[in-house]
């Protein structure tokens, strides 16, 4: 169904009882999770078997599905604060089996090792998450607070239609959580040692650059683009737009790709065409960057045309209860200290930031996320849930 914000919300179901724990492991959970091919937009059951269980546990589920992408938010407890466990369940394509050492969707455990698209990025944090609150609930039936969860099908591919439009529903029903942990791949190598609290901005530029085609034994007649660019390219991987701050590097342009030309060794190409990305810190704003590339390409006087497509704006939650919380139970249960960082790629967290909720993401470690062989260590499922079962107990009670 399809949820609009002018129409009464989606009925929830739920159950009234609530059972014991349940007694499988986040490793059976995150091996159901890894057998349901659901690879961007595809969902193929796999939410189906958290909102079971969350029914059963007493949460109240709203389904969230829009265009076609599968959401669900599940919260038990009608008291803050709300601590909110979020993430997704779709996984990007696994490529051809056969590179695999096991098959991408078979969830093989060897040498203690769990195998499978989703291992890491992230499954295994899911079903972590889904069993510390079992396990916590268990201990203590009646928390403090609420705990909810906020999953999408949504963020390996466009994330349009996934956590942006679910927290915006939690927005209109001013139900938005106090805390909320996302549970991608943080750990860098080993679990615990990297919480990212914050994340940079993303902008992508397409910049096309005019000339004029011609004959290559004839050059006088033509502008060949790619020798006019060259230069002003050079500038630009070469510019530093801004100093970033303590929590943030500087913002740095990444060409990453380039074309021109028909094909033909004697045709001098009319236009070329380059894309980039800058990932960027909250000392640069996308009017800002605009100008600074704009300035470089007129200085070099370039006819061209640019275009923008801004991905994420930056975002950064100040150490406090949330950060303080995770850092605690990192070392109760690994003796790490759990440090704040702000590196790295774009989440989810970039659309629930901005409505004032402190975020943070905390998972298991990154070092196989896309690629062939995917996987995480056994004991880090285990450990990840105790983490956050202590995260919950320090929050909520």
């Known amino acids: 169904m399809k ?38 937009p595809e969902d193929a059951g796999c939410q189906r078997i958290l909102t079971e269980r969350l029914a059963r546990l007493g949460f109240e589920v709203h389904d969230l599905t829009e265009q076609g992408i599968a959401n669900f938010y599940a919260r038990r407890g009608t008291e803050g604060p709300v601590v909110c466990f979020a993430g997704h369940t779709d996984v990007v394509a696994p490529g051809p089996a056969a590179d695999w050492a096991h098959p991408p969707f078979s969830a093989t455990v060897e040498g203690g ?26 201990e203590n039936p009646d928390p403090q607070g609420s705990i909810a969860f906020l999953i999408t099908g949504d963020e390996e591919g466009d994330a349009a239609h996934g956590t ?40 992508t530029g397409t910049l096309t650059v005019h000339g004029v085609q011609g004959h290559v034994a004839f050059p006088e007649r033509a502008e060949n683009p790619i020798h006019t660019s060259m230069p002003a390219f050079a500038d630009l991987a070469a510019h ?14 990444q060409m990453t790709d380039i074309r021109a030309g028909v094909g033909a060794s004697n045709v001098i190409p009319g236009h070329l065409s380059l894309q980039f990305n800058l990932r960027f810190s909250p000392e640069s704003t996308p009017e800002s960057i605009d100008r600074q590339v704009r300035e470089i390409l007129d200085r070099h006087g370039l006819k061209y ?33 759990g440090k704040l960082s702000t590196t790295g790629g774009t989440s989810d967290a970039r659309f629930i930031a901005p409505h004032g909720v402190a975020v ?21 499922l285990e450990r990840l849930s105790q983490i956050y079962q202590g995260v919950l107990a320090r929050l909520c009670g």
């Open 164 to 203: 942006r439009h679910m927290i915006e529903w939690l927005a209109q029903r001013d139900e938005l959580p106090d805390f909320c942990i996302v549970g991608e791949p943080s750990s860098t190598e080993a679990l615990g040692d990297t919480i990212k609290n914050g994340r940079r901005g993303s902008v």
């Open 113 to 138: 090792v769990l195998y499978g698209r989703g291992a890491a990025d992230m499954k295994g944090a899911i079903a972590a998450a889904l069993c510390a609150v079992e396990r916590r609930l268990a």
């Open 240 to 253: 530093r737009f801004d100093n970033g701050n303590e929590f943030f590097q500087p913002t740095r342009l």
């Open 3 to 40: 949820p609009a914000f002018d129409q009464p919300p989606p009925e929830p179901y739920s159950s009234p009882v609530m059972p014991q724990a349940d007694s499988h492991t986040p490793l059976d959970l995150a091996r159901e999770l890894i057998a349901a091919p659901s690879v961007t």
């Open 305 to 337: 045309d640019l275009d923008w497509l801004l991905s994420g704006m930056p975002f950064l939650t100040d150490p406090g209860p949330l950060t303080e919380a995770m850092q605690a139970a990192i070392r109760e249960v690994t003796g790490r200290e």
């Open 360 to 380: 943070a993401e905390l998972g298991l470690v990154n070092t196989t996320i896309h690629k062939v062989n995917e996987c995480t260590a056994v004991d880090d």
